[in-house]
């Protein structure tokens, strides 16, 4: 037999090594590292264990945006002075944002499923659809001929793509919503977890007996009664058959439910943030100028004018938004934006995000009550005013409240219109109480929308318990709607008579970017106004936002390990 070098030997002695690593590494990832259980083990005991999550899939219609930290507010001339827009340093998380504006076309989509699941005959149900429905009416103009536009805007196909208008922030976020069940009963569906519930002739989908995700993650017999001919054949489960026990009768369900664990559904869809749609409209991944970083880029693209600088299409308008003084589109055939109203979405160049119309075409509602100044010294994190904390009303036999078709309650808003507060089906939530909150060094009650700015703690009765005034001091000056309740059930239509200083309230919400009837100053993505929530405009829409789970990018880092001598 040959000698083998000490060359060969050094080899043979490095390939043993890796496999020594490979194997024990191999061994680490089935094995769980606190009590040597791996992913067979648990199953065969009964437990959970996920092994095959890949990560989050970017939802429908949307794109990721990776967070980061960025100036907020606006940093060139204010020439209102108004001082709401003070620059603040902000971190922002990953989230997930459309590419453009909810259309007609998407919108009335969720009309004729409000109309079929919640039909107006129904005594039950008959405010809800109408709660839906967009303000037509907001086209009109005393000194204007637009009442073709009242008639046709929402619902003509010439408009299916154009960003749907006459919402508030009220009916946006019921839109969110209802989205969210969508997209996860298809996922659901895409599983063989649940089956095509409008094509089933054993159940009729109406009011309390539809999909709803919190109803399903906390027991899937609230659905539908408990009747399990909705479910197809589910997820594999964990657990074997029995020796011995009879075999289930064929297209039964024999695996078992989605869980929050499995990482199959997706988080709730919403509104975006004040914080999280400045960031996304401003794309500061762009330019890393350092004046870019410190917030000082004027427009969703980059560059400080609104025209195209591209030798093929200089001169162009970037976005569609007011020119001037009786001008919305420019001279006809030279100069000219394309739109004299709105224009169907993507029309122009999307931002570096991949995000079309952040500047222009339509203002946008975002998530946030309004104050002039942003608390940075409260909150730099991920910043957001409008916090509401619930929880799930428990009954006396320990179940989630599911709200029925009997027990449907509605809000009135100010401006007379009813909004339902939970729709049939959906779990009922109740504020949280002194009681949840005692010892929290977090949060110490449930209502916070007017933290640090027109809560008591905020005003010069600081030392005083709510339950100690007979009168909460307002910070805020604006109307009170009186709430006198008519002989037809109804709120009587009167105004507030006394002397207001501000529409400030707990009940307004900011919207940003400009629009088809703005000027550019608007444009700018810093710029932010506000509006009550209930009311709605023909130059604002909306688009939603969902939360990106798990790490801020799909960019893997390499995981770093030190040598430790002994």
């Known amino acids: 037999m040959k000698k083998i070098n000490s060359v060969t030997k050094l080899g043979l002695l490095a390939i043993l090594m890796v496999s020594l690593v490979s194997c024990h590494n191999r ?32 939802p429908p219609g949307m794109v990721l945006i990776e967070g980061g930290t960025f100036t907020m507010g606006h940093v060139q001339d204010d020439v209102l002075f108004d001082w ?42 008959k405010d809800i659809y109408q709660s839906a429905v967009p303000d037509t009416l907001v086209w009109r103009d005393v000194l204007g001929f637009n009442e073709l536009l009242t008639e046709n805007y929402l619902r003509h196909p010439a408009y299916a793509d154009y960003p749907v208008v006459g919402v508030s922030w009220v009916q946006a976020n019921q839109y969110c919503k209802w989205r969210t069940e969508m997209v996860n009963s298809k996922i659901l569906r895409d599983r063989g977890i649940l089956k095509d519930l409008f094509s089933l002739d054993s159940v009729e989908v109406m009011g309390q007996n539809r999909f709803d995700t919190d109803a399903y993650l906390a027991n899937p017999a609230n659905l539908f009664e408990g009747d399990s001919t909705i479910y197809a054949k589910g997820l594999p489960s964990n657990v074997a058959r029995k020796k011995g026990e009879a075999r289930p009768e064929r297209g039964a369900f024999t695996g078992r439910h989605a ?14 943030t004040e914080a999280e749609w400045e960031y996304a409209a401003k794309a500061n991944v762009e330019n890393r100028e350092y004046n870019n970083i410190r917030g000082r880029k004027k427009y969703a693209w980059d560059g400080k004018y609104t025209r195209n600088k591209s030798r093929r299409t200089k001169g162009d308008q970037l976005a569609n938004f007011k020119q001037g003084k009786g001008d919305y589109s420019g001279i006809a055939g030279w100069s000219n934006d394309g739109a004299d109203i709105t224009i169907a979405v993507k ?67 100010d401006n007379g219109k009813l909004i339902p507060k939970a729709l049939p089906g959906s779990i009922k939530y109740i504020p949280i109480t002194k009681r949840d909150a005692y010892m929290r060094n977090n949060y110490e009650k449930a ?119 002994y």
């Open 447 to 565: 209502y916070n929308v007017d933290s640090n700015d027109g809560d008591l703690a905020s005003t010069k009765l600081f030392d005083k318990e709510e339950d100690e005034l007979e009168t909460k001091p307002r910070m805020y000056n604006s109307p009170v709607r009186p709430r006198t309740i008519g002989e037809s059930g109804l709120l009587m239509q009167e105004y507030d008579s006394e002397h207001r200083t501000t529409l400030v309230s707990d009940k307004t919400r900011v919207y940003k970017g400009g629009s088809w009837k703005d000027r550019e100053y608007w444009l700018d993505p810093a710029q932010r106004r506000y509006l009550p929530e209930y009311m709605a405009t023909n130059y604002i829409g909306f688009r939603c936002a969902t939360t990106k789970l798990g790490p801020m990018t799909y960019k893997r880092r390499k995981p770093t390990t030190t040598k430790v001598r």
């Open 347 to 413: 029309q122009y160049d999307p931002n570096a995000f991949g995000l079309y119309d952040m500047s222009g075409n339509v203002a946008e509602w975002v998530a946030d009550v309004y104050r002039p100044i942003i608390d940075n010294d409260a909150n730099d994190f991920n910043y957001f005013r409008g916090n509401i904390f619930t929880k799930k009303m428990i009954d006396a036999e320990g179940k989630v409240v599911i709200v029925d078709d009997f027990s449907v309650e509605y809000d009135t808003l």
């Open 84 to 125: 709401n827009t003070t620059p603040v340093k902000q971190q922002v998380r990953s989230f997930y944002l459309d590419e453009s504006e909810v259309t007609n076309s998407e919108y009335l989509f969720y009309l004729e499923y409000m109309e079929k699941v919640f039909p107006t005959s129904n005594v039950n149900y």
């Open 27 to 58: 061994s680490y990832r089935n094995n769980s590292s606190l009590t040597g259980w791996n992913s067979k083990d648990k199953s065969a005991a009964g437990f959970s264990s996920n092994t095959n999550y890949k990560g989050q899939e970017t």
């Open 259 to 272: 869980k929050v664990s499995d990482g199959l559904l997706s988080p709730k869809f919403r509104l975006p």
